[in-house]
């Protein structure tokens, strides 16, 4: 016979067998998935905020067309801001996608942008309108879109100050401002705007110099749209040999394959403008997302594409910011 130490001894081996087994398979049911990659950089705004770098943005290509299944792309590569707005016509598509996804509200970065408004209609109702549409309580970043679509500028403004306070808007600001139209909403205001959104990339550069400066003044962040337009809408430029340059020293310094499309949101990332851009192509956008890893571009290189890039003038949008 066994002495009761030896079957105590047993006893507690198989009773930690078992215990051992449990875990196991309880880990193993229990533990979430692997995530996908999530776009985690972020950038100070005047108000206390930070805005993802990285925004999808659901005009250009996708402008009054449907976004649903873009904006699902993109969520589910690890995409957290969605860049819309009310002149791009697919507000309904990029709420169905965003309730598609199922994130938590205050794990997505959503901004949408007042168009022009209806005799008689008021900024909050048609912030309303856009906040049914996108089936949400609020969003994150409301911008007055285009400066000459409204007569009483300073006005609309005003009322973009009551929404930040009723909290239907948690970050306000504009975009493609320039100093006139600044100088027009901040006599008076209570409220700075956080952000600028305009087309900025290197062929622009020297052109938008004036209001890049005066927006530093008041500490307004500048954030970018049409960022690859030296590449996709500009081929043969002077900028070509350096993006070229460029790229083979940061793949060097990254140990990976860097291309131009990159080495130009990483000029934006380094000067610490957030990119909005745009693709229906899963792998494009994690190339996308992987330039928040990169290294950063050296003084020397960030000014070769400033350079390159003031050697001659192309704008793609908003043509009448030039006069």
């Known amino acids: 016979m066994w002495s009761r130490s030896l079957k105590a001894s047993v006893a507690v081996i198989a009773l930690s067998m078992a ?13 979430p998935a692997p995530r996908t990659a999530m776009s985690s950089l972020t950038l100070p705004l005047n108000d206390g905020r930070s805005i993802p770098w990285l925004g999808f943005g659901t005009g250009t290509a996708l402008y009054n067309k449907d976004a649903e299944g873009a904006v699902k792309t993109a969520i589910a590569a690890g995409v957290v801001h969605l860049d819309g707005a009310q002149m791009y016509a697919n507000e309904e598509s990029l709420g169905a996608a965003i309730k598609a996804a199922g994130r938590p509200r205050d794990a997505l970065w959503v901004t949408t942008k007042l168009g022009k408004l209806e005799p008689g209609e008021t900024v909050r109702e048609s912030l309303l309108g856009s906040l049914k549409k996108l089936q949400l309580d609020y969003v994150d970043l409301f911008l007055i879109h285009v400066p000459t679509q409204h007569t009483d500028l300073k006005g609309v403004w005003k009322q973009f100050e ?3 306070q009723e909290g239907l808007a948690k970050s306000i600001g504009v975009s493609n401002f320039r100093v006139q139209d600044f100088e027009k909403i901040l006599d008076g205001a209570t409220v700075v705007p956080s952000v600028n959104q305009i087309e900025y990339h290197p062929y622009v550069f020297k ?53 131009e499309g990159q080495v130009l949101q990483l000029w934006l990332r380094t000067k610490g403008i957030p990119a909005i851009t745009t693709s229906s192509k899963e792998e494009r956008i994690k190339e996308y997302l992987a330039v928040e890893t990169l290294p950063e571009l050296t003084s020397e290189e960030e000014k070769a594409i400033d350079d390159a890039g003031s050697q001659t003038h192309h704008r793609v949008f908003m043509s009448w910011m030039d006069e």
Not at 20 to 31: E, G, M, P
Not at 216 to 239: C, E
């Open 19 to 31: 215990a051992l087994s449990f875990l196991r398979r309880y880990s193993q049911s229990t533990l």
């Open 162 to 164: 009551e929404l930040k």
């Open 207 to 259: 052109a938008s110099q004036p209001v890049v400066e005066f927006m530093k003044k008041h500490n307004i962040r500048p954030t970018s749209y049409g960022g690859l337009s030296p590449i996709t809408r500009k081929k043969g430029g002077p900028l070509d040999p350096v993006l070229v340059s460029v790229k083979e020293s940061v793949s060097k310094r990254a140990g990976q394959p860097v291309n």
